[in-house]
């Protein structure tokens, strides 16, 4: 763990915090390696049944460090800037690819690769004033981090191609018409709303939640006959889990259902 970026486990929710408040969270090599560090200890690690990403001071993320982009160094091959920029891409991937559930906290504003990031989250709650966009156009760059992946499949080719093409400023409210966004609420509401949806995931029936967010995965590329395949695997591998068993039995016994994980 880095003073850069946050991580802090609680009853199965591992909150990740991008910690450069001064500069809106700005994503800088150091910031992205420690994201990837984060996201694969989120994955890996079994105490952790669910995640949630925010961003220090107010802001969730406003992509690169642009500023830093145009200050003089040293140059780098092509080859090499490729792999450092794709090395840092992981954590979009990890984040959708984990069978664990990932709620991110948008406030402030989420553009560019920081929207990407958020894209590639399973939720995504926003404040009322929260701004997003694509952001990458009007700096004369194509677009990392699986944005256009993550927006292409949620909103399909038009619709990414307008986001992407025209790079609009989006409301909060206007990115929950469009479903870019699950949820707004008022700016003083949105980290305690965030949390609760995080920490209801995390207290849920963990293996259960893991091969839901599979399945809609698989769905993304594999066949229907292969969906089919997995999908009957994954329900029969649900229905004996503890968590199944209990639920069941709170539902003869008419209450809820305590879940733990198993």
Do not use: W
Not at 115 to 137: E, M
Not at 157 to 169: C, G, H, I, Q, T
Not at 244 to 255: C, L, N, Q, S, T
């Amino acid at each position: 763990m880095t003073d850069i970026v946050l991580q802090n486990l609680d009853q199965g929710l591992l909150t990740i915090t991008m910690n450069r408040p001064d500069r809106r969270n700005a994503l800088n090599p150091d910031m992205t390696r420690g994201l990837v560090e984060a996201a694969r200890r989120a994955a890996e690690d079994h105490e952790v049944r669910a995640v949630l990403l925010r961003g220090a001071g107010g802001t969730f993320c406003v992509g690169g460090d642009v500023k830093s982009m145009a200050e003089a160094r040293a140059p780098l091959p092509f080859e090499a800037k490729m792999a450092n920029l794709r090395r840092g891409m992981e954590v979009s991937r990890i984040l959708h690819q984990m069978q664990k559930p990932v709620v991110a906290q948008l406030d402030g504003a989420a553009a560019g690769a920081g929207l990407s990031i958020a894209l590639a989250c399973d939720f995504r709650v926003a404040g009322a004033s929260c701004k997003i966009t694509t952001a990458f156009a009007k700096v004369g760059l194509s677009g990392d981090y699986g944005g256009t992946y993550f927006l292409t499949h949620l909103l399909g080719s038009a619709k990414a191609r307008e986001l992407y093409l025209l790079s609009p400023v989006l409301t909060a409210q206007e990115a929950l018409g469009l479903g870019m966004v699950t949820r707004v609420v008022a700016d003083a509401e949105v980290e305690a709303a965030t949390h609760e949806l995080a920490m209801s995931l995390a207290q849920g029936p963990s293996v259960t939640l893991g091969y839901i967010k599979r399945n809609i995965n698989n769905a993304e590329h594999l066949s229907l006959e292969a969906c089919f395949d997995a999908e009957a695997i994954h329900h029969t591998r649900a229905g004996e889990t503890a968590d199944h068993k209990e639920a069941a039995k709170a539902f003869v016994e008419k209450r809820k259902p305590a879940f733990s994980g198993h």
